[in-house]
């Protein structure tokens, strides 16, 4: 039986294809993408300790566009040389943009301190995360790489410090984007992209899918967040087996299902939303000439 590959190009703005629960799965994922029609996924590093498997999935792969940054997350844990390291990185990347970062409050007030996810990490306060995240987009806007960011429960500060920063003339990601729909003229005025993630295709989401009815046509962009924020099972195309603590994992190649349910909410046919995604996405992300 002969297989057949599409023809549509797919782009995902967000995702960790190098994370350790993907990666003994990785043959299978790529020959999934490649017949699925990705033609760019930006891979995120959060930590300097995964950015040189970044680094290899976009030697290995043509359509990974690497991102190197310190997530919130991961800012109480850094270690003292790592923004000499992630000058390095970037000064021998020229493709290569700055992220994941960002700003995330809900570690501080919401978080449960036994959440399996932040095990064995210090939950840095807003003030720091706030450091190390200008530190960050001072070296994207210096060399005009785009900047993906993380947010949660910290959209005032978010816009208070981005508006207070030299930014990237390309603008930045605001990845998943679920902050309130007044913000989104505000942030799009600074240069923001906005990302939809395939979780938002949950009926219990409404708020986040409906977000994205306000956000500018040039400035839409799709992602997986692969292998976190799933689909509704229903729309799973792809699955991978569950984690070690039987979490669902989020296959990449769900990004076709993405942009179809993408194309329903929004009334658009999904051919239209194909082009102008690959659009945007080349304006953002493509390397600099």
């Known amino acids: 039986m002969v297989k057949t590959v599409s023809t549509v190009k797919f782009y995902d703005a ?3 294809l190098q994370d350790e629960w993907l990666l003994p799965h990785m043959d299978r994922i790529a020959a999934d993408l490649t017949d699925a ?36 997350w991961d800012c109480g844990n850094r270690p003292a040389d790592w923004l000499g390291r992630l000058e390095s990185r970037l000064a021998s990347e020229p493709r290569a943009h700055v992220g994941e970062i960002g700003l995330d409050r809900w570690i501080l007030d919401r978080a449960k301190p036994d959440d ?5 990490l210090r939950r840095a306060p807003l ?15 210096a060399d005009n790489r785009a900047a993906s960011i993380h947010c949660i429960d910290a959209w ?12 990237p003339a390309r603008g930045f990601l605001l990845h998943a984007y679920a902050g309130p729909v007044e913000m989104i003229k505000p942030f ?56 070690p603590s039987d979490t669902r994992m989020n296959h990449p190649a769900n990004i076709e299902a993405v942009y179809t349910g993408l194309a329903q909410f929004l009334g658009l046919p999904r051919a239209q939303l194909c082009q102008l995604i690959e659009s945007n996405f080349h304006r953002l992300f493509s390397e600099q000439k």
């Open 116 to 120: 399996p996810r932040l095990a064995g």
């Open 37 to 72: 029609g990705i033609a760019g996924a930006v891979v995120n590093g959060t930590t300097p300790d995964d950015w040189a498997q970044v680094s290899a999935l976009a030697t290995r792969f043509a359509w990974v566009v690497p991102s190197y940054g310190v997530h919130p």
């Open 127 to 141: 003030d720091e995360q706030i450091e190390v995240f200008t530190a960050q987009l001072a070296l994207a806007a």
């Open 188 to 243: 799009a005025d600074l240069g923001a992209y906005f990302s939809f993630n395939g979780s938002y295709l949950d009926s219990k989401r409404e708020n986040q899918r409906h977000a994205f009815k306000s956000v500018p046509a040039d400035r839409l962009l799709v992602e997986t967040d692969a292998p976190a924020m799933p689909l509704p099972p229903s729309l799973e195309r792809h699955t991978l087996p569950r984690s």
């Open 14 to 16: 967000h995702n960790h």
């Open 156 to 167: 005032g500060a978010l816009f208070d410090t981005l508006r207070a920063s030299t930014l």
